[in-house]
């Protein structure tokens, strides 16, 4: 997407520009607006996958190195936090050890959340022959930032393997020593869906306003059309884009809601769902449904973790079964529905994911891999998670605590429609 940069020396000019983005980003969010218009056939499917998942940590990165290691042709790398610590230095090192045996290496950070990257970090990069950007706002200055983020976690190495997840490239996502990993989960897969998981990769890089002549790089492969969707294709692959209009990921979790008969079990790290996912939740709860959130007892972000207690009184009033995660930090994004498949991937259930961000996630029918997956979350809740009681709630609050709470669930709220505008303050 194009990129304008501007001087933003007058600050009632640059009040002024704030508000009208934001008044134009609210308006682009309407739920129903978007969701009238999207149908669910509008996605990408693959029926020859070999579907593996993965848990964050040791886990994953011993299988991203491994693969990049192996690759001969092509790499893509496309996340939302590339860091310069020792994890992204390990990987980094490893892709530019591919560089050097000729393998096209192409690595797209965000560049609100991998700012951290220090410059010569990034020349490292650049000097090994390693393709490097960042993905870049709407509009930008040396005062401010504004535009959607690049949210997604892929990796796809010579369009016949691909790694999608939650998972960004930084130490608290890897087992080090004294610091477990953050919980998160990834799928590895082969075959046809790695095929266009590239593509996907290759617009988005191609989109991507740069300094660096886009002549410079080799053309992406023809683009295959969308293809018809029956419940039978294995995977499919959703997406989350409010510049492209695309809501796919958001329509999975209605189709899931609407269409479960038994149980949901929907694993989120910022769970904040708009009024569109409420109103489907209590339904499917009316129904007979179990559905059952396992969400984050430590957050990193902590007046969003507030924000999401606001909410447990109206879960439990429509039947949710709420627990939290206590040994660390959950990160983790992924729900399965009547053990007969499942979504997993960058999406969380809240309106930034839903209309400010770029998402991918992957959706499996599976029933072995749903078995694998349930065997997993049942461990979790009967070893890890604190189940959220009616009295349990009640014990951990208070009149101050609930004004905190509600306080926080409408900063947060508003901060989610408005995030992808940053202020740069004068250094």
Known sequence: MTSISFPAEDPQRLAFLFFFICSIQVSIMAPE?????????????????????????????EKLIGLISAAQHCIHLQTYIFDDDSTGTEVASALKEAARRHVNVYLLADGYASQVMAQHFIDGLRAAGIHFRFFEPVIHSSYFYFGRRLHQKVAVFDKKAALVGGLNIADRYNDLPGQPAWLDFALYTEGEVAAQLDDICWKTWCGVRSGINSKSFEKPPGIEPHQSVSATDPVHIRRNDWVRKKNEITLTYVRMLQQATSHITIVCS??????????????????????????????????????????????????????????????????????????????????????????????????????????????????????????????????????????????????????????????
């Not at 208070?398 to 900063?411: D, G, K, L």
Request: glycine share 4%; hydrophobic share 40%.
């Open 270 to 427: 910022y769970f904040l769902p708009g009024k569109l996912l409420r109103r489907h939740i209590s339904a499917a709860a009316k129904r007979g449904v179990q559905v059952t959130l396992i969400t984050a007892g430590v957050s990193d972000v902590r007046i969003a973790k507030m924000a999401e207690r606001w909410m447990y009184d109206w879960l439990l009033r429509h039947d949710i079964k709420v627990l939290e995660y206590q040994p660390g930090v959950l990160h983790a994004k992924l729900a399965i529905c009547d053990d007969t498949w499942f979504t997993l991937g960058s999406y969380n259930i809240n309106d930034l994911s839903a209309y400010a961000s770029i998402e991918l996630n992957l959706d499996v029918y599976d029933p072995f891999l749903c078995k694998r997956i349930n065997g997993i979350l049942q461990n979790l809740i009967t070893s890890d998670c604190l189940l959220q009681t009616a009295d349990e709630v009640k014990r951990h609050k208070n009149v101050f605590i609930q004004v905190a709470r509600f306080f926080a669930y409408q900063i947060i709220r508003f901060v989610f429609h408005t995030l992808t505008f940053y202020y740069r303050p004068r250094s």
């Open 33 to 61: 607006k978007i969701l009238s218009t999207q149908e669910y056939r509008h996605t990408r499917l693959a029926t020859d996958s070999n579907i593996t998942i993965l848990r964050g940590g040791h886990e994953y990165f």
